[in-house]
C-alpha cells in the first residue's frame, strides 16, 4: 500500500502537470534523494498503522481512529515530502487546501481501513467487500493529491543543467510502473499460495484428519489466523476389510483411540517408538475401501494389522497437532464422540432431491439410513475438544492463534472443510458444551430404562440421553439411599412390565406402612416422569430389574475417583423398525461405544489399566527387532526376555521383583546385589495379561584364604519365580445389563 497506492500515484499524478504547455527543460524534476525519502516514509509510517489496527483481536474505536490518522498523515507526508524534492520548482502552498486534503485522507483511511479489518476479523471480507474498501481508499488517496496540487503553486528556480535536474518525469513513471508491475507479480504468488492452501483444505476434506476444537470461557473458537480449526492428517481414508467394517463410532479402532485421548500420560512417551516402527513399515498412505484384506502401504506391502497402523497413525497425529498449538500431549484435549463427514458440498444438490422424495417414509430409520449414505462424504473428520482458561488463552493468541466468535467463522470454516454451515453449526454448539460439562450421574438412587434396537447383522443399539449420550435416561428418586426394606419391596416387583408396576404403586394405600406408601408413590412419580421421557408405548413392556446396579456418579472432589450411585433398571428389546432419535431428549447409539464410555471418567482406575494395556500393545516398538544376550554361562538367552544390570549393595543378599508395567525398569540401577531377567506376555484378552518374572539371586561374600588378600565369592542362592495376574477392568453396570437383557431374550428363545 505504501509503494503502490500512496507512492506511485503521487508520481504518477504529478505526471499530468504541464508546465508552460509542455515546453521541454521546464517541466518537473525530481531530487533523487527525496524521491528515496518519500518512498520509505509511508512504508514505515503505514505499517505502524497497520499493527494499530490489529494491535487487538478485535477491532476497537480507538485502535481505528488512530490507525487512520497514522495512515491519513502518512499519505499527506509523503506527498509534501515528494513535493520538496522538486529540483527546479519552489511550491507554495494555501494552508487551507492543506487542511482539507488531510481531512480527506484521514477520513478515507480510518473508513476503508476500518472495514477492510473488521471484515478481516469477522472472516466475511468476500472479494466484493475488499474491492470495495480499496477503491474507498483509492479514492481519498487520489483525492488528497488533487486537492493538495489545486491549492499549490510552483516558483520556476532557474534553468539548471542537465547533470542537476535529477529524475524527469518520464524517469519517475518508468520506476513507478516498474514498481506497479513487481507488486502485482507478488499479489499474484501470494494468491497462488493462497489458492494452494484452499486446495490443502479441499484435499484434507477427502482424508482422514484430526481437528482440535478449543473454547475460551466466553465461548469462542480457537483459529488460525486463516480462520480454519488446526489440523493435522492422520491418513488418507480409513481401509475397511469389507462393506460392513465402516470406521464409525462403533468401531473398535475408535473406541480405543477415544479412550487414549483420556489417557495421554500412557501415550506420550511411546510416540517416538510409533513414529519409527510407521516410518520402517512405510505407513499406509492410500486406500480403497471395499477391497477386502489388501491394505497396502506407500510402496505397496501388504500391511498385516492396519488397526495397529491407524492407532498409532492417530497418536503421532496428536503429538504433532499438540506440537503445532505448543502445548504439551496431555493438554490437547479429549476425542469428542461423533465423527464429521466432510467434502459433502457437492452432494447436496443430489442429497436434497433424494430428500424430497423420501419426505414420505421418513419415519422408517432403514431409510434413513440409506439416506444418510448416501450425501456422506469422502473424508472424515475427528475432533479433539477442550475449554481453557483466560490465561490459556492468552498464551494461544501469544502463540499467533486467535479466538473467534462461532457465527462469525462458521462460513468460511464450512467452505474449508466442504460442509454446510447447517452441518457444521450444531456440531460446534455441542462440541462447546462437551468440553465444559462434566455429564455423569449425580450421587443418589435413579430410575433407568435400559432399552436395547437390533440391528441387521450388527448387535445392538442402546437408548441413551441425547444431551449425554454415555448416560441411560433417568430419573432421580427423592432417596439417598437404598436400606434392605426398600430392596425387599423392589423384589417383590422383580420382572414386573412398568404397566404392571404402575398398577399395583397407583394403589399404594394397599402396600403396607406409610413408609412403604410413601417409597411406592415415589417410585410411580419416578416412572410416570421417566416415561414422559422416553416418550413411547415400548416402555411400558420394559422389565424391572430387582437387583440395584451400581454405576459412576459425581465424587465430592474433582480429583477423586467417581463415586457410586444406584441404579434400579427397566430392561426392555424394541421392535428392530425403531426410529433412532425418539424425541429432543433421548436417542439410540451404539451400544460398543456406550460400554467403551464407562470406563472414561475422570480419575476413574481404569485409566491405569488401560495405560498398561497401551504399554504392553506398543512397548516393544521401542525395541530392536533382534535383541540377544548372553548368559554368563556363555549360551544365547531367549530375545523375548529382557535381561537386567546386575546390581550392588551393601547387603550381602536382597531380592528385587519389578512389575513390567514400569517403564523405566529395563534401564533403572537399584542398590542391591540380585539379577533378574522379567518376561511379560499379553493375554489373548482385552481386558489383562499375566506377568511372569524370574529372578537369580547371588550372593557376595569375602572370603580370606591364609595370608592372602580377600577374595570375592559368589555363591548361587537360586532361582525364584513368580506369576501373577494382572488387574482387570471391572464390569460396569451397562455389560450387567446387556447380559441380563440379550440373555433373557436367549431363555425365551
Given amino acids: 500500500m505504501g509503494a503502490v497506492a500512496i507512492w506511485s500515484m503521487h508520481f504518477i499524478g504529478n505526471r499530468a502537470i504541464n508546465m508552460d504547455k509542455g515546453q521541454g527543460g521546464l517541466q518537473i524534476a525530481y531530487n533523487p534523494a527525496f524521491t528515496a525519502g518519500s518512498f520509505f516514509l509511508p512504508i514505515c509510517v503505514v505499517g505502524i498503522a497497520f499493527y494499530l489496527f490489529t494491535v487487538s483481536e478485535n477491532v476497537s474505536i480507538w485502535g481505528t481512529l488512530l490507525g487512520g490518522l497514522t495512515t491519513g498523515l502518512a499519505i499527506c507526508g509523503m506527498h509534501y515530502m515528494g513535493q520538496g524534492g522538486i529540483a527546479n520548482y519552489t511550491p507554495t502552498y494555501d494552508w487551507r487546501y492543506i487542511i482539507g486534503s488531510a481531512i480527506t485522507a484521514v477520513i478515507a483511511a480510518t473508513l476503508a481501513l476500518g472495514v477492510f479489518f473488521h471484515f478481516k476479523f469477522t472472516w466475511t471480507d468476500t472479494w466484493w467487500k475488499r474491492m470495495s474498501c480499496a477503491y474507498l481508499l483509492a479514492a481519498g488517496v487520489s483525492g488528497m493529491h488533487w486537492i493538495a496540487t489545486v491549492g499549490t503553486s510552483y516558483r520556476f528556480k532557474s534553468s539548471l543543467p542537465a547533470n542537476e535536474l535529477g529524475l524527469s518525469r518520464e524517469a519517475t513513471v518508468i520506476v513507478t510502473l516498474c514498481l506497479a508491475i513487481g507488486c502485482c507479480v507478488t499479489i499474484i504468488v501470494f494468491a497462488a499460495i493462497g489458492q494452494r492452501s484452499r486446495q490443502r483444505s479441499a484435499d484434507r476434506a477427502q482424508q482422514v484428519v484430526l481437528a482440535c476444537a478449543i473454547f475460551d470461557p466466553d465461548g469462542r473458537l480457537m483459529v488460525t489466523p486463516e480462520g480454519v480449526l488446526p489440523c493435522r492428517k492422520i491418513t488418507n481414508s480409513y481401509m475397511e476389510r469389507s462393506l460392513d467394517d465402516v470406521f464409525s463410532i462403533e468401531h473398535p479402532v475408535f473406541c480405543w483411540i477415544f479412550r487414549a485421548s483420556r489417557c495421554w500420560t500412557g501415550v506420550t512417551d511411546l510416540i517416538p517408538g510409533m513414529r519409527n516402527h510407521l516410518r520402517t513399515t512405510k505407513y499406509v498412505t492410500n486406500s480403497c475401501p471395499g477391497t477386502g484384506d489388501k491394505r497396502k502401504n506407500s510402496i505397496g506391502e501388504e500391511v498385516e494389522d492396519y488397526s495397529q497402523a491407524f492407532k498409532e497413525l492417530f497418536c503421532v497425529a496428536a503429538y504433532d497437532l499438540a506440537t503445532t498449538i505448543q502445548v504439551p500431549l496431555e493438554k490437547l484435549g479429549v476425542l469428542y464422540e461423533d465423527i464429521m463427514s466432510t467434502g459433502t458440498l457437492k452432494k447436496h444438490t443430489r442429497a436434497n432431491a433424494f430428500h424430497h422424495a423420501s419426505l414420505v417414509t421418513r419415519a422408517i430409520d432403514i431409510e434413513k439410513d440409506t439416506r444418510e449414505a448416501i450425501i456422506s462424504g469422502k473424508g472424515q473428520l475427528l475432533f479433539v475438544v477442550r475449554d481453557t482458561t483466560k490465561l490459556g488463552a492468552d498464551h494461544l493468541q501469544a502463540a499467533g492463534f486467535r479466538f473467534a466468535i462461532v457465527p462469525n467463522i462458521i462460513d468460511h470454516l464450512a467452505r474449508s472443510i466442504q460442509v454446510t454451515p447447517a452441518e457444521l453449526c450444531p456440531l460446534l454448539d455441542s462440541m462447546r458444551n462437551y468440553s465444559t460439562q462434566n455429564r455423569i450421574l449425580e450421587p443418589g438412587v435413579h430410575l ?18 441425547c444431551d449425554a449420550k454415555n448416560l441411560l ?162 549360551s544365547m538367552a531367549n530375545p523375548g526376555i529382557n535381561f537386567f544390570h546386575r546390581k550392588q549393595s551393601a547387603h550381602n543378599a536382597a531380592e528385587w521383583n519389578t512389575n513390567y508395567s514400569k517403564r523405566d525398569a529395563p534401564n533403572s540401577i537399584r542398590n542391591d546385589n540380585s539379577s533378574e531377567k522379567s518376561l511379560v506376555e499379553a493375554a489373548g484378552t482385552p481386558y489383562g495379561g499375566i506377568h511372569v518374572s524370574n529372578e537369580i539371586s547371588v550372593d557376595f561374600s569375602e572370603v580370606r584364604r591364609d595370608d592372602r588378600s580377600p577374595d570375592i565369592e559368589m555363591v548361587n542362592l537360586g532361582v525364584h519365580s513368580e506369576a501373577s495376574v494382572a488387574p482387570l477392568e471391572l464390569e460396569s453396570f451397562v455389560d450387567e445389563l446387556m447380559g441380563l437383557t440379550i440373555g433373557e431374550r436367549r431363555l425365551q428363545r
Fill in 448 to 465: 433407568a430404562c435400559f432399552a436395547l434396537r437390533p440391528l441387521f447383522q450388527r448387535g445392538f443399539d442402546v437408548l441413551v440421553c
Fill in 473 to 634: 435416561p433417568t430419573v432421580s428418586l427423592p432417596v439417598a439411599l437404598l436400606e434392605r426394606w426398600h430392596i425387599d419391596f423392589i423384589c417383590r416387583l422383580d420382572d414386573w412390565t412398568v404397566a404392571a408396576c404402575l398398577e399395583l404403586l397407583r394403589k399404594g394405600s394397599e402396600l403396607g406402612g406409610s413408609e412403604e406408601q410413601e417409597f411406592a408413590a415415589q417410585l410411580y412419580d419416578g416412572l410416570i416422569a421417566l416415561a414422559q421421557k422416553i416418550e413411547n408405548p415400548f416402555f411400558l413392556d420394559a422389565r424391572l430389574t430387582a437387583r440395584p446396579l451400581r454405576a459412576p456418579c459425581r465424587s465430592a472432589s474433582s480429583t477423586a475417583p467417581p463415586g457410586q450411585a444406584m441404579i434400579i433398571a427397566f430392561r426392555v428389546i424394541t421392535d428392530v423398525h425403531q426410529t433412532r432419535t425418539l424425541n429432543q431428549q433421548v436417542e439410540f447409539t451404539s451400544s460398543r461405544f456406550l460400554l467403551c464410555q464407562q470406563h472414561v471418567y475422570p480419575n476413574a482406575p481404569d485409566h491405569a489399566i488401560f495405560a498398561r494395556r497401551i504399554h504392553r500393545e506398543f512397548a516393544l516398538l521401542n525395541q530392536p527387532k533382534e535383541q540377544s544376550t548372553t548368559d554368563s554361562r556363555g
